[in-house]
């Protein structure tokens, strides 16, 4: 069984995610903090996806300042992922993936990779770059069955 699981602060995670369901018609399940203060280091959670009778999860973040945020580190290091496949997905500002997005992949594949999970696919969509439609697109095709 598959599950979509994202935080979104901003709606453009969000978007994405709910294009890439309409593919997958999967549950799509949504990280939500108690507070979205990015300065907040160790948020808790109003709502934190379980995942445990998933097989296969599409996990998506925006980035902050270059970075995962505090909400979705927090939750990868409280989630287990033990064999599931992980496909991760993350959308922020800047026009190149090597402004943020290419560390922030890494850092989410290192993490759920410590949390047992094996990472598939990763893709950066870039919010202010020309190309964005065509990323998105071509990550919510990857999906068709």
């Given amino acids: 069984m598959d599950a979509i699981v994202i935080y979104s602060e901003t709606g453009n995670t969000r978007l994405v995610a709910i294009k890439i369901n309409e593919i997958k018609k999967v549950d799509l399940l949504e990280i ?11 948020p808790v959670f109003k709502k934190k996806p379980d995942v ?23 939750y990868l290091t409280q989630t287990r992922f033990d064999g599931k496949t992980v496909d991760l997905f993350i959308t922020h500002f800047f026009p190149f993936a090597w402004m943020g997005g290419n ?17 598939g696919k990763m893709t950066c969509i870039n919010w202010k770059n020309k190309k964005r439609e065509k990323d998105i697109e071509t990550l919510v095709s990857s999906y068709q069955k």
């Fill in 52 to 74: 445990k009778s998933y097989d296969h999860i599409i996990l998506g973040s925006p980035v902050h300042g270059f970075t995962l945020p505090h909400v979705t580190k927090t």
């Fill in 103 to 119: 560390q922030t992949l890494k850092l989410m594949k290192w993490m759920v990779e410590q949390q047992g999970g094996i990472v």
């Fill in 32 to 42: 939500i903090p108690e507070n979205d203060d990015p300065n907040i280091t160790s």
